[in-house]
């Protein structure tokens, strides 16, 4: 790709990124009359992205809106979710559009493009004894509700990013830093010792990041918030509004097998790694 058209691309990307274009999309989403318009703006969407229900609660005319339609749940009748505190398990329904082990301050954005994993996370984490960095990507189309991977404490959480670009590979080949740019999450897990974090990055149209262990909204921007809350691997962690990303960053003294495959399709309640036991860091 050029640097012509990636300036072209970016040019074209900056007026949709402003956090106030979603947040009125996000608006027109949850519009519940004219019955109508929120029917049909639910069957066109449903008909794009090819959705499937055979895994989720109803009928796509049981829905009332198209933000709705975004968080359908699954019926866990039909798509069970099994835990296994033997492995970390996908958080999302998504592509693993990078998988990679790291020793320094960079992880992959796209061949050739890095960006500094401090400033993602918003504080400085010992790369000395390297870090498995996992990249799932969240099409409009996949199921936008994301899961725990573990079970163990939530020890803080930071809320920061003053846009919302896409995340689509249009756009990952475009914008470089993109997920430091855009509106994120970040929470940081204790695991036997270990710290773990998940990085939900959000995506043009994103009406909001919600976070289930957040019951008043998100923090404050731009500092970490202490924590002590538990989670079980599997349980509800939150939700995006639109396709979106989620980062996970895991020690690999935690690690003892890779699971999962750069570039394949993953879901929730997958295997990524197989956690290593009995070691004194995890």
Not at 252 to 268: M, P, Q
Request: glycine share 8%; proline share 6%.
């Amino acid at each position: 790709m050029n640097n012509i058209s990636r300036l072209v691309g970016r040019a074209l990307l900056i007026p949709i990124s402003w956090i106030p274009v979603s947040r009125l999309y996000g608006r027109i989403m949850r519009l519940q009359r004219p019955r109508w318009l929120a029917g049909w703006m639910i069957r066109r969407f449903q008909a794009h992205y090819r959705v499937a229900m055979d895994e989720f609660l109803g009928t796509a005319d049981d829905y009332r809106s198209l933000a709705d339609f975004f968080l359908r749940p699954f019926d866990l009748q039909k798509r069970p979710l099994s835990s296994d505190p033997s492995c970390l398990l996908s958080p999302a329904d998504g592509r693993l559009s990078e998988l990679e082990v790291v020793d320094r301050d960079q992880a992959t954005q796209v061949k050739g493009w890095t960006y500094p994993l401090s400033l993602l996370l918003a504080e400085r984490i010992d790369l000395s004894q390297k870090w498995h960095v996992a990249t799932i990507y969240l099409s409009p189309g996949d199921y936008h509700r994301f899961h725990f991977p573990l079970s163990g404490r939530i020890s803080g959480c930071f809320h920061g990013g003053t846009r919302l670009f896409p995340v689509n590979d249009f756009s990952v080949n475009r914008v470089r830093s993109l997920y430091l740019r855009n509106e994120r999450v970040v929470t940081r897990f204790s695991l036997q010792g270990a710290t773990v974090y998940m990085v939900a990055v959000g995506a043009t149209f994103v009406g909001n990041i919600g976070m289930n262990y957040l019951p008043h909204g998100l923090t404050p921007a731009g500092r970490w918030h202490e924590l002590d809350i538990p989670a079980e691997q599997n349980g509800e962690m939150g939700h995006f509004a639109m396709g979106s990303t989620i980062v996970l960053l895991v020690p690999a003294s935690c690690v003892e097998a890779v699971l999962a495959k750069k570039g394949r399709s993953v879901r929730v309640g997958q295997p990524l790694f197989k956690i290593r036991n009995g070691n004194p860091s995890c």
